[in-house]
């Protein structure tokens, strides 16, 4: 039950992003912007500290050839069979087909996301509850990334909304199927250990690297650092 709580809450953002969108909320917006790169260092922070070594502890070093596909999986949806797909708001007219695309390749990350949180969950709530943070901090960004590019391929604001809570909706279809298809039971924790990585390292940081100024570059390792202080919070909770 908690981890579908868990997962709502996390989908529930991913729509108040595209409303961010949808409603033209240009404060909201900065402050995403700024998200984006703070969720950045918390989530490779999360992946390489905690989600790749229990990966292995439960799945032996096999399990690190996991972890690749689940990397690779990303880059796969999402930039291979993807026209156009970057993270962030869309500020110049794309197709229609780059909006239909970059929603399937999105499906497959936020799905994983799902995934994530119900194998941190079978681990510990501990780490169940830090992954929700990790998923949680990047669910308003990929919100304003998908209501925005269907905007942007001239969709109405209505279907851009429906995109982001179809985001939310394939995270709590991650964590349902994560309790009940082996598989992901095995593999689940390792696959959302690569695409977590893929995600902080591979989408978010691209962002903000060509960007002057120290404001990005400091809410990223803010970013990694909070996460060893929610860690100890945590920790000390349970
Ligand atoms: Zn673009
Ligand atoms: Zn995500």
Wanted: aromatic share 10%; net charge neutral; glycine share 14%.
């Amino acid at each position: 039950m908690t981890p579908l709580i868990y997962a709502l809450v996390a989908a529930a953002a991913n729509v108040a992003g595209g409303l961010a969108v949808t409603r033209s909320a240009r404060r909201g917006l900065a402050f995403i912007e700024g998200m984006v790169a703070f969720g950045a260092g918390y989530m490779v922070a999360i992946a390489l500290t905690e989600m790749v070594p229990h990966a292995l502890e439960l799945g032996g070093t096999g399990a690190a050839g996991w972890v690749l596909v689940g990397y690779l999986l990303v880059h796969l949806s999402q930039h291979t069979l993807t026209p156009h797909f970057h993270f962030g708001e869309e500020t110049h007219a794309v197709s229609r087909k780059a909006g239909v695309s970059a929603l399937v390749g999105l499906l497959l990350h936020t799905f994983f996301d799902g995934v994530a949180i119900a194998s941190g969950f079978a681990v510990s709530s501990e780490l169940g509850l830090l992954l929700f943070i990790a998923i949680f901090l990047h669910k308003l960004p990929e919100g304003v990334t998908i209501s925005s590019i269907q905007v942007a391929g001239g969709t109405t604001p209505a279907r851009a909304l429906g995109s982001a809570a179809l985001l939310g909706a394939a995270t709590v279809l991650g964590v349902l199927l994560t309790e009940y298809v082996g598989f992901l039971v095995e593999h689940g924790l390792a696959l959302s250990a690569g695409v977590t990585i893929y995600v902080g390292a591979s989408n978010l940081v691209p962002e903000f690297q060509g960007k002057r100024g120290w404001r990005l570059p400091f809410a990223f390792f803010l970013g990694a650092g909070i996460f060893f202080l929610t860690q100890t919070i945590v920790r000390g909770l349970m």
